[in-house]
């Protein structure tokens, strides 16, 4: 189920709660845990750069139901957005996840299943920090979306996971456009996200990009302090 996340992240072995801590929750709720969350936490759980790098996944101790009856497991990293599955579902595997972007007050369909919202997050957060090689531009320019749509013309684009406003496109798992778009798909900021240097340097030097935020500067002013 998650073999799309081992990939993208170049993972080869579990990394997350055991057993006695998510029976415990479980205990604490009163509720069973929906198989694919219990999964998600004993194999993912603990890996910080999926789960906190950017928005913040809630550790088992902090599951709680809301005044609205929903189960909150997933924040944006600043709180403007709230993932949550409802109560009437946690005795469902793969539950739909709900956001909320009113801090809990009302709530809409996010994902149809908690694991496309998993594959969904695991992009995001990918290229918001997650893999190593980032860079991003906000309100690209025609040139530069046309740039970008001629380079990935062959690249597989990750669809039906979510409901946000984004395009997911990848070349073999582990390379990254996450596009973020408005409600008429139009373009709003392009997103790259790589494994490996190499790759990461030849589509920076493929694609002339006015970039506003490249990781590998980050580091070489690091360096030079």
């Known amino acids: ?47 910080s750069e999926l789960n906190t790098v950017f928005n913040q996944l809630a550790s088992p101790e902090q599951l709680d139901l809301s005044d609205s009856d929903y189960m909150i497991f997933y924040e944006e ?21 709900y956001g909320s972007y009113d801090n809990g007050n009302t709530w809409v369909l996010d994902a149809s299943s908690l694991s496309n919202f998993f594959v969904s997050m695991a992009y995001l957060q990918a290229v918001m920090g997650g893999l190593p090689y980032t860079s991003n531009t906000m309100q690209p320019d025609k040139n530069e979306i046309r740039l970008v749509k001629e380079y990935i013309t062959n690249w597989y684009e ?32 392009i997103f790259l996200a790589c494994q490996q240097e190499e790759e990461f340097e030849q589509i920076l030097d493929t694609l002339s990009i006015d970039w506003s935020y490249i990781s590998d500067e980050d580091k070489d002013d690091w360096d030079e302090e």
């Open 77 to 97: 990293n600043q709180g403007v957005v709230l993932w949550a599955i409802a109560s009437s579902d946690l005795t469902l595997d793969d539950p739909p996840v």
């Open 158 to 189: 990750i669809k039906g996971k979510n409901h946000w406003y984004n395009q997911i496109f990848t070349r073999d798992g582990k390379q990254v456009f996450f596009i973020m778009t408005d409600a008429e798909s139009q373009w709003q900021g």
């Open 1 to 47: 189920m998650f073999e799309d996340i081992y990939n993208l992240y170049n993972l080869s072995e579990k990394k997350g709660y055991d057993d006695l801590t998510l029976s415990q929750t479980e205990k604490r709720l009163a509720h069973s845990l929906p198989l694919v969350l219990k999964q998600y936490y004993s194999q993912l759980g603990l890996y």
